[in-house]
């Protein structure tokens, strides 16, 4: 059996809100610099991001994406007791949007994580199923959205409550390195209180997962933190500057990547570094769509 010559690489993309428009930057970096995508996990926003590079969506298409999307487009006011809005919303919006939509078609495997909220269980959706009704249940903000109930019973909230920063979902995929995009690492720096209720449900729930993100942080391989504290979680309007932010922070990230891709292939056997036929990160088949 001939050894393949390049090591699979995979993204875990963090929860965040508004944030996770820096993701998008990211992948505009990543894709500059020819650096090949295995494998993508991803956890409440970082869910969409993902679900979207999976399904093969161009780039150009997900940044217009990214500016474009707002809290009207994601839930609507419901009268059930176990929560103020659903979003259901926002799986009839990437059900319109994305190019695939069944797992097992997706040109990039892909997971989203949700938590099972009678359990407080991790619930990881991929190989097989609905991609919508995945990224929908990943972004399931616990006391805001209604619980999302799956075909087993199960109700399914965020995923941030237990795998804000999905690094060993994205080991399990398959990935020999893994990419963090930790959007909420920087901390916040911005003045004043959050201007809306999702706005403190959001920061609350953030605070609570710095402490519980240290196992996946260690987990990566490599971690990029975009600048982005000075913006809240529910400034959805600012989707540039994250934008900008995610791609500034993933091109210094880039020679650092680069060095990883080589350590791994140098402690390869012999004969592995022998097949190899490529510079790290020149992958021709499943680069990042632009």
């Excluded at 900008?244 to 592995?272: C, F, M, N, T």
Aim: aromatic share 6%; hydrophobic share 45%.
């Amino acid at each position: 059996m001939q050894a393949r010559s390049y090591p699979t690489i995979g993204l875990a993309l963090s929860g965040g809100a508004a944030r996770g428009n820096a993701h998008v930057g990211v992948l505009r970096a990543l894709a500059e610099n020819k650096i090949h995508i295995d494998y993508v996990a991803g956890t409440s926003a970082g869910s969409i991001v993902g679900g979207a590079l999976a399904a093969g969506m161009p780039l150009d298409d997900i940044e217009e994406f990214g500016r474009k999307l707002r809290w009207r487009d994601i839930g609507r006011v419901t009268m059930s007791r176990l929560g103020v809005q659903s979003n259901e919303r926002l799986e009839h919006y990437l059900r319109a949007i994305l190019p695939v939509t069944r797992f097992e078609d997706l040109p990039i495997p892909f997971a989203a994580v949700a938590t099972e909220l009678k359990t407080g269980a991790a619930v990881v959706m991929r190989d097989q199923g609905d991609v919508p009704f995945a990224i929908r249940a990943s972004c399931a903000i616990p006391g805001w959205y209604v619980p999302v109930t799956d075909a087993h019973g199960r109700q399914l909230v965020d995923g941030g409550l237990v795998a804000i920063i999905p690094s060993t979902v994205a080991r399990s995929l398959g990935a020999d390195i893994v990419i963090a995009v930790d959007v909420n690492g920087a901390g916040a720096t911005f003045i004043g209180p959050s201007s809306s209720v999702i706005g403190v449900l959001l920061q609350s729930m953030l605070v609570v997962q710095h402490t519980a993100s240290h196992y996946q942080l260690q987990s990566a391989d490599l971690v990029i933190s975009p600048k982005v504290a000075h913006i809240r979680w529910d400034e959805m309007g600012r989707a540039d500057e994250l934008i900008e932010a995610g791609y500034a922070a993933a091109r210094e990230s880039v020679p650092r990547l680069l060095e990883i891709i080589d350590e791994h292939v140098k402690a390869q056997p012999k004969w592995y570094q022998l097949n190899r036929r490529r510079k790290p990160g020149l992958k021709p088949s499943l680069t990042l769509p632009t």
